[in-house]
């Protein structure tokens, strides 16, 4: 859950000594959205709960002068492992932060959280919905977010665009196979509402990733 923290709160003298000490995986630093700005991401481990979960949360600083302030935050993020990366899943003008973990109870797949900076508020803003997306892509021509699931080895394709720092589900692709044939629908989200614009049936075997 996010907490909105007074702009002028300071980091702590143990905030301060790991932004010093760089530890990995607990702390990026850099000037990456602006020249004559700096931030700092700090990642802390909280506990584990009875199911061996780690939950881990996010601070976001800026300096100002030679003071830190803490924009904003984030607790209580379950994980397993802690792997971090900047990337692009956005139209925005800045790097994006992505935090991928391997949740514990649900076969080995990564969940990742996407942070995204908001020039406005000047805040590192999580794009609620993200984690539950498996096998992520971004097309910068088109600004779709597509996600791959599988389903009995046949994949499924769902498109998004992040709007207004939203994550907005615009469309679909679904496959499905009996013994002998496969079977595709493709569909808008329009105002909320599923439209599907094509059907398809091909006899196997098909290449369904290639459909």
Same mark, same amino acid.
């Given at each position: 859950?996010?907490?909105?923290?007074? /702009?002028?709160?300071?980091?702590?003298?143990? &905030? /301060?000594?790991?932004?010093?000490?760089?530890?990995?995986?607990?702390?990026?630093?850099?000037?990456?959205?602006?020249?004559?700005?700096?931030?700092?991401?700090?990642?802390?481990?909280?506990?584990?709960? %009875?199911? %061996?979960?780690?939950?881990? !949360?996010?601070?976001?600083?800026?300096?100002?002068?030679?003071?830190?302030?803490?924009?904003?935050?984030? &607790?209580?993020?379950?994980?397993?492992?802690?792997?971090?990366?900047?990337? %692009?899943?956005?139209?925005?003008?800045?790097?994006?932060?992505?935090? /991928?973990?391997?949740?514990? !109870?649900?076969?080995?797949?990564?969940?990742?959280?996407?942070?995204?900076? &908001?020039?406005?508020?000047?805040?590192?803003?999580?794009?609620?919905?993200?984690? %539950?997306?498996?096998?992520?892509?971004?097309?910068?021509?088109?600004?779709?977010?597509?996600?791959?699931?599988?389903?009995?080895?046949?994949?499924?394709?769902?498109?998004?665009?992040?709007?207004?720092?939203?994550?907005?589900?615009?469309?679909?692709?679904?496959?499905?196979?009996?013994? /002998?044939? !496969?079977?595709?629908?493709?569909?808008?989200?329009?105002?909320?509402?599923?439209?599907?614009?094509?059907?398809?049936?091909?006899?196997?075997?098909?290449?369904?990733?290639?459909?």
């Amino acid at each position: 859950m996010a907490q909105q923290v007074n /702009s002028q709160h300071l980091l702590t003298y143990a &905030d /301060s000594n790991l932004i010093k000490q760089e530890k990995p995986y607990q702390f990026h630093f850099g000037q990456f959205f602006k020249n004559d700005t700096v931030y700092a991401i700090l990642l802390d481990t909280l506990r584990r709960d %009875n199911q %061996n979960v780690t939950l881990f !949360g996010l601070k976001f600083f800026e300096k100002v002068g030679n003071k830190w302030l803490r924009r904003n935050e984030y &607790d209580s993020l379950p994980t397993w492992g802690i792997h971090t990366r900047f990337c %692009n899943f956005s139209k925005y003008n800045y790097m994006d932060y992505l935090v /991928s973990a391997d949740i514990a !109870g649900t076969g080995g797949n990564e969940t990742e959280y996407l942070f995204i900076f &908001d020039k406005k508020t000047r805040s590192l803003l999580q794009i609620k919905g993200f984690e %539950n997306l498996p096998n992520t892509t971004y097309n910068r021509k088109n600004g779709l977010i597509t996600s791959i699931g599988l389903v009995s080895g046949v994949p499924s394709f769902e498109y998004f665009k992040i709007e207004d720092f939203r994550l907005i589900q615009v469309g679909g692709k679904e496959m499905w196979a009996d013994n /002998s044939y !496969g079977y595709l629908t493709e569909y808008k989200i329009i105002s909320g509402r599923k439209i599907i614009y094509k059907k398809e049936k091909r006899k196997l075997p098909i290449d369904f990733y290639k459909w």
